[in-house]
C-alpha cells in the first residue's frame, strides 16, 4: 500500500486569500482525520470522517474553515480568509475500523505560512 | 475529558543505550488504546506502537516497548539499542473507544536526542 499522500507540502499566502489542501488516504481506509499543529506542540484534532459522512468537527474549526470527502476517497481542508493565526502543520492520518485497533497513518503534512 | 501528559520536554541517550520516554493518562473511557509516534524534523507522524486497554501483555515491535501499567495510568515508551536515527519528537496518543469519537489526544511530546 502506498501511504498517505498530502498537496501541497507547502504553502504560503497573504493574509485574506483562501487555500485549500488535499489529503488522499490510504486505499480502503474508510476513516479520514484532519489535525493542526502548531511549533512546539502535539497534534489537536480538527475533524474526520468516515466513508463519506463528517462525523465530528472540533471547535477549532471555526466557520472559515471546511472539508470534504465527497466520494469517501480523497479529502480537502479550504481555509477562506486566511489568518496569521492560521500558519501551522495541517497532518491528515487515516485508519481502517476493520483492524481492531483503528490505527492512525500520517502523512507528510502540509505548511502553512500566512504573511 | 481524555488528556495526556508527557513531563519530560527533552531527553538526551548515549547511542546503543536503551531509553525510556514517559507518558501518563488521563480517560473516563472504560476502552481505549495508547499509541506512540514518532515525528521527524521532515515533520510526518510515524506509527510505532499500540496497547490496548484490556490487553494483558505490554506491546512490542522490534526495539520498541510499551510499559503499560494500568492501575498507574501509565504508558512509558522503552526503546533498545539507541540508533542515532532515532533523534526525534515522541509523541503519546489516546483514543476513547466511546467518549471520544474517532479522534487521537496527544501529549506535548518529547524530544529524544541520540549522541555518538
Known amino acids: 500500500d502506498t501511504g498517505v499522500s498530502q498537496n501541497p507540502r507547502h504553502k504560503i499566502t497573504k493574509r485574506g486569500q483562501n487555500v485549500t489542501f488535499r489529503c488522499d488516504p490510504i486505499?480502503?481506509?474508510?476513516?479520514l482525520y484532519w489535525y493542526r499543529q502548531t511549533l512546539g506542540q502535539g497534534p489537536e484534532f480538527l475533524t474526520y470522517f468516515q466513508n463519506e459522512a463528517q462525523l465530528e468537527k472540533s471547535r477549532l474549526l471555526s466557520d472559515r474553515f471546511s472539508a470534504e470527502r465527497p466520494k469517501g476517497s480523497f479529502s480537502t481542508l479550504e481555509i477562506q480568509r486566511t489568518e496569521q493565526g492560521d500558519s501551522a502543520m495541517y497532518l491528515c492520518?487515516?485508519?481502517?475500523?476493520?483492524?481492531?485497533?483503528?490505527?492512525?497513518?500520517f502523512g507528510p503534512g502540509t505548511r502553512l505560512t500566512v504573511l | 475529558a481524555q488528556k495526556i501528559t508527557q513531563t519530560q520536554p527533552g531527553m538526551f541517550v548515549q547511542e546503543k543505550e536503551a531509553v525510556t520516554l514517559d507518558c501518563t493518562y488521563d480517560t473516563s473511557d472504560p476502552s481505549y488504546g495508547l499509541f506512540w509516534y514518532k515525528q521527524p524534523s521532515s515533520g510526518e507522524m510515524i506509527f510505532l506502537i499500540y496497547q490496548g486497554s484490556y490487553d494483558q501483555q505490554n506491546a512490542t515491535e522490534g526495539r520498541y516497548s510499551l510499559n503499560f501499567q494500568k492501575a498507574r495510568k501509565s504508558a512509558n515508551l522503552v526503546i533498545s539499542a539507541s540508533q542515532l536515527g532515532d533523534s526525534a519528537m515522541y509523541f503519546c496518543a489516546i483514543y476513547g473507544v466511546y467518549n471520544q469519537g474517532g479522534k487521537l489526544i496527544f501529549g506535548q511530546g518529547t524530544e529524544l536526542s541520540v549522541k555518538p
Open positions: 492520518a487515516s485508519s481502517r475500523t476493520s483492524d481492531g485497533t483503528d490505527t492512525q497513518y
Open positions: 486505499s480502503e481506509h474508510n476513516r
